[in-house]
């Protein structure tokens, strides 16, 4: 299952820098897992703003949850699902 994701974070102000540091460097680690694993396909910056937006590819929304709830960062992001089901125009056999 295809799920669009879009990630909004906000680092409050006043967080100690090392606590920053560290928890953006266990969610690059954290990401890149799954990445690597195929349950996050696309990474997206959305460019101008500390946003992305993401694809990511599971079995369910449960388990979609549970992951996007271990991110490191996940107390500091507004995040929004949107589930994507198969388009009926979309072309099989397109050469891309
Ligand atoms: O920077 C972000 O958009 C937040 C988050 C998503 C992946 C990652 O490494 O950090």
């Known amino acids: ?3 669009h994701v879009r990630m909004d974070v ?3 102000h006043d967080l100690d820098p090392d606590v920053r540091a560290d928890t953006v ?3 690059k680690a954290y990401s890149q ?3 690597r694993a195929g349950k996050w396909p696309h990474l997206w910056r ?3 703003e500390y946003s992305n937006i993401s694809v990511f590819d599971v079995d369910s ?3 979609l949850h549970d992951l996007l709830s271990a991110l490191p960062l996940f107390p500091h992001m507004t995040i929004k699902v949107t589930p994507l089901a198969t388009h009926p125009s ?3 056999d397109a050469l891309v």
Request: charged share 30%; hydrophobic share 50%; proline share 5%.
């Open 1 to 3: 299952m295809l799920f």
């Open 10 to 12: 906000h680092l409050p």
């Open 25 to 27: 460097a266990r969610e």
């Open 33 to 35: 897992r799954l990445q």
């Open 46 to 48: 959305i460019a101008g």
């Open 61 to 63: 929304a449960d388990e």
């Open 90 to 92: 979309k072309v099989t």
